[in-house]
């Protein structure tokens, strides 16, 4: 097993307001791992973004990156920047976004409770390699704060919302900065796809994502998406309707005889064609294990409706 320290070097500082960075690694970058993995093979492969909010010397960091050291790439970045106390807010408990987490065992890190309970009930895999495949995780830091539903952050005047939601993974938080419109997504939200990890949730998300769409947000930061578009600034709402389109229209053609060999384009093509997101050929892999969870799923049972109309406590 080889680890090659340019790899974490390939991390590209994005500034998005005068309060906001992401940090993007992944797409074009130089393998962790020579043996098959999740890092490369996921993370890495599709391209990764965390964030950070910071004010004066404090920073809220959004995710921990998918290796410890591209963490503490982040972590030396912002002390560079004069940053010298830090809050992590996790996304969810999937690999590639707590990787870091050690860097920050002397913080607060904040999930919600059920974040932190489905990390407390994988450790020993996710310690051991055996919850993705290697590489291990250890020691696995958990979150030392948590909250149920939502909770606020302030960075001086600046006030972050917290907000738990089930899409993509049941555990999800994503962060609202109101003052920006900017909404933080985590995995909620991917270009070109989404990656459907929780088939039997389908018609919770369809309704979650609705909901997202309520906050009205004009700048959306996804975990994984094009570094290009980032950098111009972040993606508006049509991603929102863009991964709408794509849950409601594989679970309708469920059914089809030919729906293990429908494209990713064939879901998408207006979107693609209109900017709503854009085509990256490792998502065809993600798209073909998309089609045979839902297939799986969905083959004796009956297709759901979506209802589309639903409102975001406040």
Not at 101 to 127: F, G, Q, W
Not at 176 to 201: C, H, Q, R, W
Not at 261 to 272: D, I, T, V
Request: include cysteine; charged fraction near 25%.
């Amino acid at each position: 097993m080889r680890s090659d320290a340019r790899s974490i070097d390939e991390i590209k500082a994005i500034e998005i307001n005068s309060h906001t960075l992401a940090f993007y690694a992944g797409r074009d970058w130089t393998r962790i791992i020579d043996e098959p993995n999740w890092k490369d093979d996921g993370a890495m492969k599709l391209g990764i973004a965390t964030y950070a909010v910071f004010k004066e010397n404090k920073a809220v960091i959004y995710d921990t990156f998918a290796d410890i050291r591209q963490a503490m790439w982040v972590k030396n970045y912002l002390e560079n920047m004069g940053i010298k106390q830090f809050t992590v807010v996790l996304s969810h408990w999937h690999l590639d976004h707590i990787a870091g987490n050690e860097v920050y065992k002397d913080y607060n890190i904040i999930s919600n409770a059920l974040t932190r309970e489905l990390l407390l009930k994988n450790k020993m895999n996710i310690e051991m390699g055996c919850s993705e495949g290697p590489p291990e995780i250890k020691p696995l830091i958990l979150p030392n704060i948590t909250f149920d539903g939502k909770a606020n952050l302030y960075l001086d005047n600046l006030q972050l919302k917290l907000l738990k939601i089930n899409i993509h993974s049941k555990d999800g938080t994503i962060i609202f900065i109101p003052s920006d419109k900017i909404l933080i997504a985590g995995d909620t939200l991917e270009d070109s796809i989404t990656y459907i990890d929780e088939v039997e949730n389908l018609v919770e998300h369809v309704k979650n994502l609705q909901q997202l769409k309520q906050l009205s947000p004009t700048t959306i930061l996804p975990n994984h998406g094009d570094p290009m578009i980032i950098e111009d600034g972040g993606y508006d709402q049509t991603l929102i309707d863009a991964t709408i389109n794509y849950i409601t229209r594989i679970v309708s053609r469920a059914h089809d005889k030919d729906f293990l060999m429908s494209s990713m384009k064939s879901y998408l093509r207006e979107e693609f064609e209109q900017g709503w997101v854009h085509y990256y050929e490792p998502y065809e892999e993600v798209h073909r294990e998309n089609l045979i969870k839902v297939h799986d799923y969905y083959k004796d049972k009956e297709l759901p409706f979506f209802e589309t109309d639903y409102q975001l406590g406040q």
